[in-house]
C-alpha cells in the first residue's frame, strides 16, 4: 500500500473540469461532499489551469491537508510555469521527430 496515494483527483459530475479530491474507496464523492467522478490526474498538478480553464474545489483542498497535493502548481505563477515546461517539450518533439 502506498500511504501517499490516500487521495485522488476527481472531477465533479456536474461541471467540466471542476476537480475535487476524493478518498481512496469512496471516489464517487469529493471530500466536500459533491458527487464525483474518479480520474487519473495526479494530485501534483492540483491547482494547475491551462486552456480548458481547469477549476479546483477549494473545499475540498482545505479539507484534503494532504502536503502532496498541488506541489508543483500552488499558484498561478507555477501553472504558467508548467504550461510553459509543456508547450516546450511538445516544440521540441516536434522539431526533433
Ligand atoms: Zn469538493
Redesign the pocket.
Given at each position: 500500500m502506498d500511504k501517499l496515494k490516500k487521495h485522488i483527483m476527481s472531477e465533479g459530475i456536474g461541471g467540466m473540469f471542476y476537480y475535487?479530491?476524493s478518498r481512496v474507496g469512496e471516489e464517487h464523492r469529493?471530500?466536500?461532499g459533491?458527487q464525483t467522478m474518479p480520474t487519473h490526474i495526479p494530485l501534483s498538478i492540483w491547482g494547475y489551469r491551462g486552456h480548458l480553464n481547469e477549476r479546483y474545489?477549494q473545499?475540498?483542498r482545505l479539507l484534503a491537508h494532504d502536503d502532496h497535493i498541488g506541489a508543483l502548481a500552488v499558484s498561478g505563477t507555477t501553472g504558467r510555469a508548467i504550461a510553459i515546461k509543456a508547450a516546450t517539450e511538445q516544440a521540441d518533439k516536434k522539431g526533433r521527430g
Open positions: 475535487h479530491i469529493g471530500l466536500c459533491k474545489c473545499e475540498c
